[in-house]
Nanobody
Framework: QVQLVESGGGLVQPGGSLRLSCAASGSILGIYSMGWYRQAPGKQRELVAVITSGGTTNYVGSVKGRFTISRDNAKNMVYLQKNGLKPKDTAGYYC?????????WGKGTLVTVAS
């Protein structure tokens, strides 16, 4: 089992920045990818960004150039730096890990972008 704990959410004004963090613990050997998903009220959960164990990254089009995902393998952490936040970025953000074909999820952290 892999346990994931997110932190860093909150209220931010449009154009502002936030950094989300996710700490992985438990059976962490063999983790392939770490990433962030988000789910806005009334919408399906969508992939925001993912980073593989080799450092390859992928982003959903709407956040390219604004969000940056990074990973610290020594600390078993994954981060999402979010700049230029927009009201449409308001959502619950969930950390995801894939390990041996299985998905693990954190409980989420809420990000609200409003003036």
């Amino acid at each position: 089992q892999v346990q994931l704990v997110e932190s860093g959410g909150g209220l931010v004004q449009p154009g502002g920045s936030l950094r989300l963090s996710c700490a992985a613990s438990g059976s962490i050997l063999g983790i392939y990818s770490m990433g962030w998903y988000r789910q806005a009220p009334g919408k399906q959960r969508e992939l925001v960004a993912v980073i593989t164990s080799g450092g390859t990254t992928n982003y959903v089009g709407s956040v390219k150039g604004r969000f940056t995902i990074s990973r610290d393998n020594a600390k078993n952490m994954v981060y999402l730096q979010k700049n230029g936040l927009k009201p449409k970025d308001t959502a619950g953000y969930y950390c995801n890990v894939q390990r041996y074909g299985k998905n693990y999820w954190g409980k989420g952290t809420l990000v609200t972008v409003a003036s």
